[in-house]
């Protein structure tokens, strides 16, 4: 059109140019360097002389932020405890946890920032589905350790597809098979109605239920999806089919909002909810919090007496366990402004389970030696029943104990069980005892 | 002679970035894929925006169209990306095109409210249709470089040329459009519909062509990020993408293609630096983690007091005395034209100008 016009563009386009070679060139001097430690020490990507760098994806803001930011904050208090008492064979592990805000698409970008930027040893206790899934091809194609995924789903034990990932916690199938198996023995020709929540979590404990329930027994199933808090419908299926027994694999909200349900329509049944879905204090701080909204009081503790969960940690409280004694002991040093709450303990104790492979990897480890390490088994910790893993399985816990939950806390029911994961695979009980606490609480 | 001189900026970008690409670390690449994603996003909305005179916020939902059509074309029938890419542009004008017929009949809040339904009800289809979309986990899609660059080639090198190129094609093809008749009218209408009709221009058919172009746009750019992410799930196609865009195209200077790359830049870069920073100097998780949200905060309101144009606006306002005069029929020599002049180039931002209430009807 004009001088000026034609001009401008090679400007606009040096200038697209220049900026883009900066903003990558920004401060990508600091990185890449990994083991500036060096010597014959730096074994791998991550390990230097005197440091173990992990990184993990959190959802530190966001939805999921309320509860789950706290664990690894727990798990960097464990690190901390560490550290301070001679590290691993004299490293001291480092922990970069990213805010993913639960976005995959966060999670995807965070992760490539740990691996090819931050050159992380290790990727560790990466939190949620979701979240996870969209990294989980990346992590075993370029070969770094994914271990002790937070998440309960059954498809990070698959050693084929993905050799470098571990789960960690009880898994959904197996969780749902102690607790179908609980219900069946107790409560016999009553009435059964599912509530779960419409994704892997829910779906894989209906497939444990559903493997020990009679199914003639089941009356109604109904599930809910996260982003939909109107829930009314179901519960009024779930009442009108009768149901004297509901098992709900639902987050703590909409536990909490089933429960309020039901009391407004006057209809009582057992409750038996999932351990995802059952923590005390989270349930009894929702089911006041959504009765104020809704212009009334209720005292959710006593709206909790009775539901019947399991657990696969020792029980919060219980002082006379070594472990939780650890725990707390750790938590009030390093971590005191968090509640000790169910958050916490698991923080903490995944990260002992995470020592405990480290020092099993051996003095100089690779990225291949802490797979192998965990591989060849772990020697149970502070889970109530040991752990499964192996060349072939890449589970992690292998069962839970049923509790009851009584004036806010849950009290263990007689023993713990075990269970695989198929639909033959018997329920037994737990003939050993869990180890106590080493006193110098490392591994 | 527009074409030709966007198309050689186009190719000396390309080979900058091409240069850039093989010196950066793996990282950078990986961000450097990401940012053209947020380029091409940006600008789509920033056409509508600041071209044609409308709103979306719901152009997050127009990229989750985009990136499950090429997760699906790609899991189901194979298709290659250079096909992947304009199919699923293809699909989200459709898409386009039905919201952009109830959207030329509405305007201002009305608008806004409309495409903000849309952002929060479309992704949830996925996890209504489980069985073709994934629900909630959903589709897992892999791109891998091809063979003959060589088994070590760094997989994100790819992702970054390929994101790259996707993103030069459709600037070269908004910043022509943007020149041509269409964003003169389209530029007309913005500025006084009225005045439009008028004159002869169909208002309602341009404000509809507007939202198909921003739409593929925005498909192109959904189709961008799968590959990049590996991933398309609802998770992905929140709200606040949809809100960030805008931000990102306000943040950039509206109407200008520079602009969206400042915004692109901001959104992509500042969580990561601070991210960096505030881990480094020791900051408790708590704190740490909610300074990038703070940044990215803090940077919108400095940007909206000092440059009100965005920043491409303040960057032509710094650099106006050094600049060749630009034609101006009503302001003084060596300043920029004021905002809304029609012979305005597409590196100019647009300030809306005042609008009174007898402009705003008539529209259909």
């Known amino acids: 059109m004009n001088k000026s016009h034609r001009l401008r563009l090679p400007v606009i386009a040096a200038a697209v140019t220049a900026s883009l070679v900066a903003a990558g060139c920004g401060s990508s001097s600091s990185s890449g360097s990994g083991g500036s430690g060096g010597g014959a020490a730096a074994s791998a990507p991550g390990i230097t002389s005197n440091q173990i760098l992990i990184g993990s994806h959190q959802p530190l803001t966001g939805p999921a932020a309320p509860g789950y930011s706290e664990i690894s904050a727990a798990s960097n208090a464990y690190f901390q405890y560490v550290n301070a008492h001679g590290g691993v064979y004299g490293r001291k592990i480092k922990y970069t946890y990213l805010d993913d805000a639960y976005d995959p698409s966060k999670t995807v970008s965070v992760v490539h920032q740990l691996v090819l930027q931050n050159s992380v040893f290790s990727i560790f206790n990466g939190l949620g589905t979701p979240t996870h899934l969209a990294v989980v091809k990346y992590l075993n194609t370029t070969k770094v350790p994914d271990v002790f995924i937070a998440s309960g789903c059954d498809c990070w034990n698959n050693p084929a597809a993905y050799p470098y990932s571990f789960g960690w916690q009880l898994d959904y199938v197996r969780e749902g098979k102690i607790l179908g198996a609980y219900i069946k023995q107790h409560f016999a020709g009553k009435k059964i109605g599912y509530f779960y929540q419409n994704d892997e979590f829910g779906q894989d404990g209906v497939k444990g239920l559903d493997f020990q329930i009679p199914h003639s027994q089941v009356v109604s199933r109904q599930s809910y999806v996260p982003t939909n808090v109107n829930i009314g419908p179901q519960a009024a299926a779930l009442k009108a089919s009768g149901a004297q027994v509901v098992v709900a694999f639902s987050i703590p909200a909409f536990t909490a909002l089933l429960k309020l349900a039901a009391l407004r329509v006057g209809w009582n049944p057992t409750f038996v909810v999932s351990d995802v879905g059952s923590d005390p204090i989270t349930l009894a701080g929702l089911l006041e919090a959504f009765a104020k909204q809704g212009g009334a009081t209720v005292s959710g503790n006593a709206l909790t007496q009775g539901i019947i969960t ?33 958050n916490v303990l698991y923080g903490e104790a995944v990260a002992y389970t995470f020592v405990q492979a480290m020092i099993k990897a051996g003095k100089n480890p690779t990225r291949a030696s ?51 994961t198929t639909s033959a695979g018997a329920v037994t009980q737990f003939s050993g005892t869990q180890p106590a606490a080493p006193a110098s609480g490392m591994p | 002679m527009t074409l030709l001189r966007h198309l050689v900026a186009a190719l000396v970008a390309g080979a900058v970035i091409w240069a850039a690409s093989v010196q950066l670390n793996a990282f950078r690449d990986f961000q450097m894929a990401q940012i053209a994603v947020y380029v091409v996003a940006i600008a789509g909305l920033s056409v509508l925006i600041g071209l044609s005179g409308q709103i979306s916020l719901g152009h997050g939902a127009f990229m989750a169209v985009g990136a499950y059509t090429a997760a699906l074309l790609m899991l189901h029938l194979n298709w290659p990306l250079w096909a992947v890419f304009p199919a699923s542009a293809a699909v989200t004008a459709l898409a386009g095109a039905v919201v952009g017929l109830a959207a030329a009949r509405l305007h201002g809040p009305y608008l806004a409210g409309a495409t903000l339904m849309l952002a929060v009800a479309l992704p ?117 993408l949809s809100i960030a865009l805008l931000a990102g195209a306000v943040l950039g200077g509206l109407g200008t293609l520079t602009g969206a790359l400042w915004g692109a830049l901001v959104i992509v870069l500042v969580p990561t630096y601070v991210t960096d920073v505030a881990t480094s100097h020791g900051l408790s998780g708590g704190v740490a983690a909610n300074i990038p949200i703070a940044a990215y905060g803090a940077v919108l309101i400095l940007v909206m007091i000092m440059f009100p144009d965005g920043i491409q606006g303040g960057l032509r306002r710094l650099a106006a005395p050094f600049l060749p005069t630009p034609p101006t029929r009503l302001g003084s020599p060596g300043r920029p034209p004021p905002a809304g002049e029609h012979t305005e180039g597409l590196d100019s931002p647009y300030r809306r100008p005042p609008v009174s209430e007898h402009q705003e009807e008539g529209t259909s």
């Open chain 1, 310 to 342: 399991d657990g696969y940690l020792p029980t919060l409280g219980n002082m006379s366990n070594s472990w939780i004694a650890l725990f707390e002991k750790v938590h009030s040093t390093y971590d005191a402004k968090a509640p000790m709450d169910g």
């Open chain 1, 370 to 420: 802490l797979v192998k390490a965990i591989s060849g088994g772990l020697p149970q910790g502070p889970s109530v029943a040991p752990y499964n893993y192996s060349a072939t399985d890449h589970g992690g816990m292998m069962g839970a104990f049923i509790g009851v939950i009584k004036n806010g806390a849950i009290v263990q029911q007689g023993p713990v069980w075990t269970t695989d």
């Open chain 2, 124 to 240: 949830s289809l996925a996890t209504r249709f489980p069985g073709v979309f994934g629900g909630d986990q959903g589709l897992s899609v892999t791109v891998i470089p091809p063979a003959a660059l060589g088994a070590t080639f760094p997989p994100t090198r790819w992702l970054a040329w390929v994101c790259a190129l996707a993103a030069l094609v459709a600037l070269v093809v908004l910043a022509n459009l943007g020149r041509s008749r269409i964003g003169r009218n389209w530029r007309a209408i913005r500025d006084d519909p009225v005045a439009a009709a008028l004159s002869g221009l169909n208002v309602a058919r341009l404000r509809v062509l507007a939202f198909v172009v921003s739409a593929a746009t925005a498909g192109l750019a959904g189709a961008m990020l799968a590959v990049t992410t590996s991933l398309v799930s609802p998770g992905s196609f929140t709200l606040s």
